[in-house]
């Protein structure tokens, strides 16, 4: 079993920036991918960004590239998976949440194994 915990969320205005983090814990941590997906009020679970366990591969949605960055930091007490969110929109609005699963190339959140609680972004213009 994995535990997932996120924080960093909050309401900021446009242009702004966010660090999103996630502690990660659990048996076998280490082995899984990495991810973020958010969702908005009304909307189905979003991808966002993934990372592969050795961090050594990354995919983001259209329309996060080159705003969003996520990294991984891993050590042998604590695992922390970031997402750095800059130039924010008012579209980036949502609930974030943290997962791990298998493979860092599923953007399908059926595809992920844990979840976080979610942490709520909220960008006013």
């Known amino acids: 079993q994995v535990q997932l915990v996120e924080s960093g969320g909050g309401m900021v205005q446009t242009g702004d920036s966010l660090r999103l983090s996630c502690v990660a814990s659990?048996?076998?941590?280490?082995?899984?991918?990495l991810g973020w997906f958010r969702q908005s009020q009304g909307q189905g679970r979003e991808f966002v960004a993934s990372?592969?366990?050795?961090?050594?591969?990354?995919?983001?949605a259209d329309s996060v590239k080159g705003r969003f960055t996520i990294s991984v930091s891993r050590d042998n007490a604590k695992n922390t998976v970031y997402l750095q969110m800059n130039s924010l929109k008012v579209d980036d609005t949502a609930v974030y949440y943290c997962?791990?699963?298998?493979?860092?190339?599923?953007?399908?959140?059926?595809?992920?194994?844990?979840w976080g609680q979610g942490t709520q972004v909220t960008v006013s213009s």
């Open positions: 997962a791990a699963g298998g493979s860092w190339y599923y953007s399908d959140a059926e595809a992920w194994d844990f």
């Open positions: 659990g048996r076998s941590f280490s082995s899984y991918a």
């Open positions: 990372i592969a366990w050795r961090g050594d591969n990354t995919d983001y």
